[in-house]
């Protein structure tokens, strides 16, 4: 079966961490585009970090500093390990990989979710205050 599998959603206080993982099942290529994106309620879903197959990794100004993509490739798992998390992280966050995106870069209206063919269901991330 081709597809996404994502864990390590939780609930953690302000400040806490979590690293959530995304494993790769069948996909045919190894090298493209993965990323995270998120959705809290009420919003749309947004990039929040993508690593390309050259490793170049690009986030959201809201998580700098704060979250780190990792990936060796398409078909080994993906992580991303948020530090200093804030109420305002709470979303579900969704894994995507795509062999050829128009765009693997994390700048608002060049990410386009339709370029991105697989998906994984979610994982929830809760941060209180």
């Known amino acids: 079966q081709v597809g996404l599998l994502e864990s390590g959603g939780g609930s953690v206080e302000t400040g806490g961490s979590l690293t959530l993982t995304c494993k790769p099942s069948?996909?045919?290529?190894?090298?493209?585009?993965m990323g995270w994106f998120r959705q809290a309620p009420g919003k749309e879903r947004e990039a929040v970090a993508l690593?390309?197959?050259?490793?170049?990794?690009t986030y959201a100004d809201s998580v700098k500093g704060r979250f780190t993509i990792s990936n060796v490739n398409a078909k080994n798992p993906l992580y991303l390990q948020m530090n200093n998390l804030k109420p305002e992280d709470s979303a579900i966050y969704y894994c995507a990989a795509d062999e050829f995106p128009p765009s693997c870069t994390v700048i608002p209206g060049q990410v386009d979710l339709d370029d991105f063919e697989y998906w994984g269901q979610g994982t929830q991330v809760t941060v209180s205050s």
């Open positions: 690593i390309d197959d050259d490793d170049t990794t």
């Open positions: 069948g996909l045919p290529y190894s090298g493209g585009c």
